[in-house]
């Protein structure tokens, strides 16, 4: 181990009371990887050698002390046909940067490659491609987990829930400038959440500064991108793109708390049954949003709701499409409101149904 101790510029006494930081470098095995995190001290730094590609036969260690993994273009990923989840965190602080995660299988409780078991954890400029499981494809953020993802990206994972995240058990994640495409779930195709509290964002209105999902599935539920079942959720600077639902909500479904999205948009989602955009059971506050050519086979083109108040509030529902009624938006209980130059307009069969606007 390679140990330095972090100059604060605070003067000689204060650097003295420093703690130093322990660097570990790892070799490109799996047992130079498995033994750093195995033995790692409080805090230490893995240092992985760059370009290296680590093929997993089972399950790295538990992380059960705070630790960073700094990846440099690295690759761990699964050798073999076995069922495992690569790595849990079991209540501490594990920070992840540039590293790729790809092609873990876990089983029908776990996810495939992150179980988040009550920590902290913030992922940086890494990738998740691939991975299946049960529970989230590529995370279970769980047991009240603190999650963070920025600049990451989601591509190709599957799970029953959440074919890229499930947050479970009132966890929170926080999610911003990433990208989810082509993932899968029976339901929730990138997103599942049964309960806590999860933010997708992004930095900018700009499509290189904003989250994006494009072409997720929920093939046999909700929610083509986002299934909020059971939490709250809120959403700005989010494009939505191309994404599928069997059932309700092409691009969002939300049922749980009170929820917001803002700045963002839908264009081309589609819903097999309602809300080719979003579906929406509970209060629903949409404010600055475009909402456009989604299409629903049967009502609410743009937006079906099914309960609460939805509120748009600058806010255009336009030249979507449904093959029943409410071409823009259809209104089956519920309220819905529209403020400050809200349009909903050139919508097919017809702009609004289940209620005059």
């Known amino acids: 181990a390679v140990v330095a101790t972090a100059a604060l510029g605070l ?3 204060s650097a003295a009371m420093a703690s130093p930081v322990v660097v570990i470098p790892v070799a490109c095995s799996v047992i130079s990887l498995h033994n750093a995190i195995n033995f790692a001290p409080s805090d230490a730094i893995l240092s992985l050698k760059p370009g290296c590609v680590y093929r997993l036969i089972a399950k790295l260690p538990n992380v059960t002390s705070n630790l960073t993994i700094q990846g440099n273009g690295d690759v761990i990923t699964r050798f073999g046909g076995g069922t495992f989840t690569a790595l849990t ?7 992840i940067n540039r ?11 776990s996810p495939g490659a992150l179980n988040n078991n009550g920590g902290v954890v913030t992922i940086t400029k890494s990738s998740f491609a691939d991975n299946d499981g049960g529970w989230g494809g590529a995370i279970l953020n769980n047991n009240g987990g603190n999650l963070s993802a920025t600049s990451t ?4 994972n599957d799970a029953l829930f959440g074919g890229a995240i499930s947050n479970r058990n009132n966890s929170v994640a926080w999610l911003s400038t990433d990208i989810f495409a082509d993932n899968a779930a029976n339901t929730g195709g990138a997103i599942f959440i049964t309960s806590g509290h999860v933010t997708v964002t992004g930095t900018g209105s700009s499509i290189s500064s904003s989250t994006s999902f494009a072409g997720n599935d929920a093939i046999s539920g ?4 986002i299934d909020n079942l059971g939490g709250t959720l809120a959403v700005t600077f989010t494009n939505f793109a191309e994404n599928d639902a069997d059932h309700d909500g092409g691009a969002v479904w939300n049922g749980g708390g009170a929820s917001t999205i803002g700045s963002s948009g839908f264009t081309g989602n589609f819903a097999d049954h309602d ?3 979003i579906a929406t059971t509970k209060s629903l506050s949409l404010s600055s949003d475009t909402i456009s050519l989604n299409r629903a086979n049967h009502s609410g083109g743009g937006i079906v709701v099914n309960g609460g108040t939805t509120s ?6 336009f030249a979507n499409s449904a093959g029943n009624t409410g071409g823009g938006i259809r209104r089956n209980s519920g309220l819905v409101s529209l403020t400050n130059n809200s349009l909903v307009k050139l919508n097919r069969p017809n702009n609004c149904s289940g209620f005059f606007c």
């Open 99 to 109: 590293l790729t995660m790809s092609d873990f299988h876990g089983n029908a409780t």
């Open 275 to 277: 809300g080719g955009a």
């Open 153 to 156: 990206n989601f591509v190709d």
């Open 222 to 225: 909700y929610g083509g991108a």
């Open 89 to 95: 965190d079991n209540g501490a602080q594990l920070n």
């Open 312 to 317: 748009l509030n600058r806010t255009d529902v």
């Open 11 to 13: 003067g000689g006494a």
